[in-house]
T-cell receptor, first 112, second 111 residues
């Protein structure tokens, strides 16, 4: 079975630009969460979606937004990029919210 | 709010040494507890979990017991191998399914 997939693998942007990251959950999983992992730190929670509804939001500015589609895939959008947004962005899926989460390989975003 | 505190690393051990990575948590209610492992350049993989007090999670020789009285979930392995070199993250899931991660502990095992 395919695991969680994310695209793109790597991305380089400049300050002020906008970026869209994509995630496909494990088949049958209805919950998707997004995390930001800065080098040397643990993942920080950004969003959780379940059945296409936002279930939770972490302490991130409004420049960060996300959505979940009818097929349960998800997009994370970040506007007006800052240097500090450089990080590994992880997507995780679970059968239902609260169950163990299965992580994708992440998208490495570099903002110059 | 809910949070997880992990012992800071990095940790360097010789092969076959005993491993303990401490993890304590703060939570309202009764969270589920997890250990994830991250190998260089990869995403996080679930190592083990425990969903209620006194549960013991185990996998690949690693163990951790959910201790409600000490709010702890320490990771242990009796004999580490070079292939265990990775970053280890303790995490909790609260009543609405939001995950909180510790800062991670980097482990290097030398032959």
């Amino acid at each position: 079975d395919a695991g969680v997939t994310q695209s793109p693998t790597h991305l380089i942007k400049t300050r002020g630009q906008q970026v869209t990251l994509r995630c496909s959950p494990i088949s049958g999983h209805k919950s998707v969460s997004w995390y930001q992992q800065v080098l040397g730190q643990g993942p920080q929670f950004i969003f959780q979606y379940y059945e296409k509804e936002e279930r939770g939001r972490g302490n991130f500015p409004d420049r960060f937004s996300a959505r979940q589609f009818p097929n349960y895939s998800s997009e994370l959008n970040v506007n007006a990029l800052l240097l500090g947004d450089s990080a590994l962005y992880l997507c995780a899926s679970s059968l239902v919210a609260g169950n163990e989460q299965f992580f994708g390989p992440g998208t490495r975003l570099t903002v110059l | 709010g809910d949070s997880v505190t992990q012992m800071e690393g990095p940790v360097t051990l010789s092969e076959e040494a005993f491993l303990t990575i401490n993890c304590t948590y703060t939570a309202t209610g009764y969270p589920s507890l997890f250990w994830y492992v991250q190998y260089p350049g990869e995403g996080l993989q679930l190592l083990l979990k425990a969903t209620k007090a006194d549960d013991k999670g185990s996998n690949k020789g690693f163990e951790a017991t959910y201790r409600k009285e000490t709010t702890s979930f320490h990771l242990e392995k009796g004999s580490v191998q070079v292939s265990d070199s990775a970053a280890y993250f303790c995490a909790l899931s609260d009543h609405i399914g939001q995950f909180y991660f510790g800062t991670g502990t980097s482990l290097t095992v030398i032959p």
